[in-house]
């Protein structure tokens, strides 16, 4: 049976599939930044950027300078791909911060505290979510767009032993709504895709999850800093 308006769709269910229930979620792959960790807050960073190098860094003044700069062509283009490498997203930070007076001079110091075990920290309902889903026996997976190793995050907040499996852009070299970031993940898993729920916040990219078959939980797009509404994913399981 074929519809008029098909869907567009990186997989092929079978007719039994198509005609039998869905199938139960037994793994969830979660995005990572601003859905299982936040980073700390940026005045926090500049302070420790200050520290490290000795310098006074005007809170107020150098986040405006940071939107600033953040908005030049230039850095906008620099800004492409950065998550495609650990190479490619240093010098998309150094494009950006070299435009920031403070930070000129100390970029990478100022990447590698942005980078920090401690710099990006887990919301308070991301280590109860986690460690619900392993009492289920529900596997888990981080896909995340990314430009360097975030396993260090995890570990530090006492939560990477809640995570089979970690498929990260700078790793695999594509990002998403690729569908090699979702397949690549269930399969790690030994997961099946239509048994698989994506959860993260960005349509665009997590939303991609559907053409490979996983369903999508989409957060809303708001910086959070109390719980992040992770224990919806639970109710989806039943």
């Not at 930044?33 to 960073?45: K, P």
């Amino acid at each position: 049976m074929r519809a008029l308006f098909d869907l567009t769709a990186a997989y092929e269910p079978t007719t039994a599939q198509r005609r039998d229930p869905v199938p139960p979620v037994e793994a969830v792959l979660f995005d990572f930044s601003n859905t299982l960790f936040h980073m700390v807050d940026t005045a926090d960073w500049l302070h420790a950027v200050g520290g490290a190098t000795d310098r006074e860094i005007p809170v107020d003044g150098t986040l405006d300078e940071l939107a600033a700069a953040a908005a030049l062509p230039e850095v906008a283009a620099a800004q492409q791909g950065r998550d495609l490498s650990d190479d490619a997203h240093r010098e998309a930070m150094r494009a950006w911060f070299s435009r920031v007076r403070v930070l000129r001079g100390v970029e990478d110091t100022a990447v590698d505290l942005l980078r920090g075990a401690d710099a990006w920290v887990p919301y308070p309902d991301t280590g109860t979510v986690l460690t619900a889903l392993a009492g289920r026996g529900v596997r888990v997976g981080v896909v995340s767009d990314i430009g360097w190793d975030i396993r260090v995050h995890a570990r530090a907040a006492g939560v990477e032993h809640l995570v089979g499996t970690w498929v990260l852009s700078c790793e695999l070299g594509v990002e998403k709504p690729d569908p090699a970031m979702f397949t690549t993940a269930c399969t790690a898993l030994g997961a099946d895709p239509r048994a698989t729920l994506m959860v993260g916040d960005n349509p665009a990219r997590d939303g991609g999850a559907v053409a490979v078959g996983c369903r999508v939980f989409l957060l809303p797009s708001e910086f959070r800093l109390g719980e992040r509404g992770l224990g919806a994913v639970l109710s989806l399981l039943g």
